[in-house]
């Protein structure tokens, strides 16, 4: 069998999603289409690219997160550096080191772009704020004149990934023929921050009108992250201490409230022990912890699982969703 599945975004606690990957292997299920937002983006691109779960363990196990957090020397003085930076690049970190590590990691299994993958086998969401607006990848890429087929998953994972003033956004110059008539110097830009700002769970990515008979159905799966950091509270000194506990409080707070009961039967939930999305430090022992957590949680999931359930309880969905609709344009 095999699922298609959306990774949630959790920043750190995205190493519980690899343990996930895991259980499905042992399972024996393959996955056909996959989907994320911010760490969801990274497991979610590497599963496309083609690792398989003990590559993602040994990743994990040998990569310093705290890495991540680059900054030149000029910007690394006490508050004032930060506070340079800030104004001046528009995030306290730069997310050159992820872009270039994803890409690496890509490279290896000979993946660099959207076209060396199957069609709609990787979605990647992020946020345009300029233009106010979510962002599903590489699709939608083509507004700006850019060419899907050829644009860099990595890229693409670093616009997923670019917490707001924590990373520096990405910044993309749309192509002469998107301009609008009349747009400044200034409005040709567009800047591309996390998904999670607009959807931190996509759920409904794969979700179609009809309802394929069971034995060519391909079931959605949801992998959450769950847990908000209780017991860790975020210590406020100063404006950039409140800036990371005001978007680690804003990611986090994606809970299970913004599961729907009807959504439930597609969603595994993942115990993320109180871990914090901004955790770069994260120590060996929290890192297997939430690995282990995501096994775990997928086994007993699957252990109830069965397709025939979720084909009921999936067409009960949509039909939900169809009345909504029709209701609304009444």
Same mark, same amino acid.
């Given at each position: 069998?095999?699922?298609?599945?959306?990774?949630?975004?959790?920043?750190?606690?995205?190493?519980?999603?690899?343990?996930?990957?895991?259980?499905?292997?042992?399972?024996?299920?393959?996955?056909?289409?996959?989907?994320?937002?911010?760490?969801?983006?990274?497991?979610?691109?590497?599963?496309?690219?083609?690792?398989?779960?003990?590559?993602?363990?040994q990743i994990i196990e040998a990569t310093p997160f705290s890495t991540f957090l680059q900054r030149s020397r000029i910007f690394d003085t006490k508050l004032i550096g930060p506070l340079a930076r800030l104004f001046i690049k528009k995030g306290l970190?730069?997310?050159?080191?992820?872009?270039?590590? #994803?890409?690496?990691?890509?490279?290896?299994?000979g993946i660099r772009t959207f076209g060396d993958l199957k069609h709609n086998q990787l979605r990647i969401i992020a946020s345009d704020i300029s233009g106010r607006k979510l962002l599903v990848l590489p699709d939608d890429i083509a507004q700006y004149? !850019?060419?899907?087929?050829?644009?860099?998953?990595?890229?693409?994972?670093?616009?997923?990934?670019?917490?707001?003033?924590?990373?520096?956004?990405?910044?993309?110059?749309?192509?002469?023929?998107?301009?609008?008539?009349?747009?400044?110097?200034?409005?040709?830009?567009?800047? #591309?921050?996390?998904?999670?700002?607009?959807?931190?769970?996509?759920?409904?990515?794969?979700?179609?009108?009809?309802?394929?008979?069971?034995?060519?159905?391909?079931?959605?799966?949801?992998?959450?992250? !769950?847990?908000?950091?209780?017991?860790?509270?975020?210590?406020?000194?100063?404006?950039?201490?409140?800036?990371?506990?005001?978007?680690?409080?804003?990611?986090?707070?994606?809970?299970?409230?913004?599961?729907?009961?009807?959504?439930?039967?597609?969603? #595994?939930?993942?115990?993320?022990?109180?871990?914090? !999305?901004?955790?770069?430090?994260?120590?060996?022992?929290?890192?297997?912890?939430?690995?282990?957590?995501?096994?775990?949680?997928?086994?007993?999931?699957?252990?109830?699982?069965?397709?025939?359930?979720?084909?009921?309880?999936?067409?009960?969905?949509?039909?939900?969703?169809?009345?909504?609709?029709?209701?609304?344009?009444?």
């Amino acid at each position: 069998m095999k699922i298609n599945a959306v990774f949630e975004g959790g920043g750190v606690k995205g190493i519980a999603l690899a343990g996930a990957v895991s259980a499905v292997e042992q399972l024996g299920i393959g996955f056909h289409q996959v989907a994320g937002t911010s760490s969801g983006a990274i497991i979610a691109s590497l599963v496309a690219a083609g690792y398989k779960s003990e590559e993602l363990k040994q990743i994990i196990e040998a990569t310093p997160f705290s890495t991540f957090l680059q900054r030149s020397r000029i910007f690394d003085t006490k508050l004032i550096g930060p506070l340079a930076r800030l104004f001046i690049k528009k995030g306290l970190y730069s997310g050159e080191a992820l872009e270039h590590w #994803i890409y690496n990691l890509l490279l290896a299994k000979g993946i660099r772009t959207f076209g060396d993958l199957k069609h709609n086998q990787l979605r990647i969401i992020a946020s345009d704020i300029s233009g106010r607006k979510l962002l599903v990848l590489p699709d939608d890429i083509a507004q700006y004149g !850019v060419d899907p087929h050829r644009f860099l998953i990595a890229k693409a994972v670093r616009m997923s990934t670019s917490i707001p003033y924590f990373f520096d956004p990405v910044v993309i110059r749309k192509a002469p023929d998107k301009r609008l008539p009349g747009e400044s110097f200034p409005q040709q830009f567009v800047y #591309i921050v996390d998904g999670a700002l607009l959807s931190n769970f996509p759920l409904w990515l794969f979700d179609t009108p009809e309802t394929p008979a069971l034995d060519k159905m391909i079931p959605t799966i949801g992998f959450q992250l !769950v847990g908000r950091g209780e017991g860790k509270p975020n210590v406020i000194y100063g404006p950039l201490t409140m800036m990371k506990a005001l978007f680690s409080t804003m990611l986090d707070a994606h809970d299970e409230r913004y599961i729907q009961e009807v959504n439930r039967f597609r969603t #595994i939930k993942i115990p993320t022990m109180g871990i914090s !999305v901004t955790e770069f430090n994260i120590t060996e022992e929290h890192s297997l912890q939430l690995f282990e957590s995501g096994q775990k949680a997928t086994q007993a999931f699957f252990a109830k699982w069965k397709l025939t359930d979720y084909k009921q309880k999936y067409m009960t969905h949509v039909n939900r969703k169809t009345r909504t609709s029709q209701e609304l344009h009444q």
